[in-house]
């Protein structure tokens, strides 16, 4: 079996309004971004779809209920390669990764949205003077180490 010659880039562009409907339908659907390499100079046709969520308490400790957003969303969008994140369960640094670079699709209200933007920012600001101290260290170290993990 021989790959294709050329994989087709993957498009949703069509099909992105039926999502925003479907996340103003949907009241546990607080907010949603699109973030990654679709739609960026970073997209090959190998890149998925990433959408962020940011959904109601119950919703974050319902696994039925975010496999259905997530079935649903890929339905919608006419593709298998989605990958959803629940922005409530995200680390701090997706948190703010998907914040800073993504692409707002929907927002149910704006104070919860804002409210969320401004605990995720606070928590980033403090976090990342001594995550950037870390990585300093961590780089310095590293060359000091061999391939098995013993100091040269």
Same mark, same amino acid.
């Given at each position: ?8 880039? +993957? ?5 992105? =309004?039926?999502? $925003? /409907?479907?996340?103003?339908? *949907? ?12 739609? !960026?100079?970073? *997209? !090959?046709? @190998?890149?998925? #779809?990433?959408?962020?969520? +940011?959904?109601?308490? =119950? !919703? #974050?400790? %319902?696994?039925?209920? @975010? +496999? ?8 919608? &969008?006419? !593709?298998?390669?989605?990958? #959803?994140?629940?922005?409530? @369960?995200?680390?701090? &640094?997706? *948190?703010? $990764? #998907?914040? /800073? ?16 933007? =401004? ?5 980033? +600001?403090?976090? *990342? ?9 961590? %780089? $310095?170290?590293?060359?000091?180490? %061999? ?6």
């Amino acid at each position: 079996m021989s790959l294709p010659e050329s994989i087709p880039m +993957l498009n949703i562009d069509d099909r992105l =309004e039926a999502i $925003k /409907r479907y996340f103003a339908e *949907q009241p546990i659907v607080f907010a949603a971004y699109l973030f990654g390499s679709y739609g !960026t100079e970073y *997209q !090959t046709p @190998q890149s998925d #779809v990433d959408i962020a969520v +940011l959904v109601d308490n =119950e !919703t #974050v400790n %319902d696994i039925d209920k @975010q +496999l259905e957003l997530e079935c649903r969303i890929s339905d919608i &969008l006419g !593709t298998d390669d989605v990958d #959803v994140l629940f922005l409530n @369960q995200a680390s701090l &640094l997706m *948190q703010y $990764k #998907v914040l /800073r670079t993504g692409r707002l699709l929907y927002e149910r209200e704006g104070d919860l949205l804002s409210d969320f933007i =401004e605990y995720v920012l606070i928590r980033y +600001l403090d976090y *990342q003077i001594d995550y950037s101290a870390f990585c300093r260290e961590y %780089d $310095k170290a590293l060359p000091e180490v %061999d391939s098995r993990g013993r100091g040269r």
